[in-house]
């Protein structure tokens, strides 16, 4: 019975995750999502007890999904723990995500009320977190230690940030393909920002791990381990 919960709560994610993304949260309704599922609309509240429960064990999932693809990447890539790879991989998953992308920009258009209110002290815990990673790689010697940390951290927010919504503004048109944007932000990155190039990459590596294992949910919490 707990597994067939899980692989039920799994599926009305799953079918949230693709009508949110599509319509926007204010436009997707309990019976949408349970009509995509497969399920009545009251098992949909056996699991959840209401929409708006649905939406944040959904980003919570995803929060989760992102750090692991960003951790596996960083992981398996040899030169993975210096800054302009470590940042390169996290910026491909994110990118990949049109619900994390929503989160991160703030987007009310998709993620409804549950972004509308949200005010600069909703970013804080997420700065605080960046700032102490980047000591942590400045005491490796991976980013350079003239630069002030919490300087660092908001340009690669502002980095990010504008990456992931730079095509509602220019249109995706005018938008090169990802892969080089990507290549050009790492070589920004590793020209500008890091260290010793002899530094090892083993402890950025582990840095990012240290760091990664309790990501931050949407309100900038620690977050719990997700259901489905």
Same mark, same amino acid.
Do not use: C, N
């Given at each position: 019975?707990?597994?067939?919960g899980?692989?039920?709560? &799994? ?10 993304a ?18 009545a ?21 995803? %929060? ?15 030169q ?7 940042? !390169? ?7 990949a ?7 991160? %920009?703030?987007d009310?258009?998709?993620? &409804? ?22 000591v !942590?790689?400045?005491e ?21 940030t ?28 590793? &020209? ?7 530094a090892?990459? %083993?402890?950025? !590596?582990?840095?990012f ?8 949910? &949407? ?7 997700? %259901?489905?």
């Open positions: 019975m707990v597994r067939a899980i692989e039920r709560a &799994g599926r009305i994610l799953d079918a949230a995750a693709g009508l949110i599509r319509y926007g949260y204010d436009k997707t309704s309990v019976s949408d999502i349970a009509r995509t599922a497969g399920i609309k009251g098992a949909v509240y056996q699991e959840f007890a209401s929409k708006e429960a649905v939406l944040e064990a959904l980003l919570l999932r995803q %929060t989760h999904r992102l750090a692991r693809t960003t951790t596996e990447a960083v992981t398996a890539d040899p993975g723990g210096r800054l302009s790879a470590i940042y !390169r991989h996290a910026l491909e998953a994110l990118a995500d049109p619900l994390m992308r929503a989160l991160y %920009t703030a009310s258009q998709t993620l &409804g009320d549950l972004v509308r209110g949200y005010g600069p002290e909703r970013y804080a815990p997420r700065q605080r977190w960046a700032v102490a990673f980047v !942590r790689m400045q490796a010697g991976l980013i350079r230690t003239d630069l002030d940390a919490q300087s660092v951290a908001h340009v690669l927010a502002i980095i990010s504008g990456l992931i919504s730079i095509e509602s503004t220019v249109g995706s048109e005018a938008a090169p393909p990802l892969e080089s944007t990507l290549d050009a932000v790492a070589a920004l990155l590793a &020209g500008g920002f890091e260290g010793d190039a002899d090892d990459p %083993t402890e950025g !590596r582990r840095a791990t240290d760091f990664i294992a309790t990501p931050l949910s &949407g309100d900038g919490t620690q977050s719990p381990e997700p %259901t489905g």
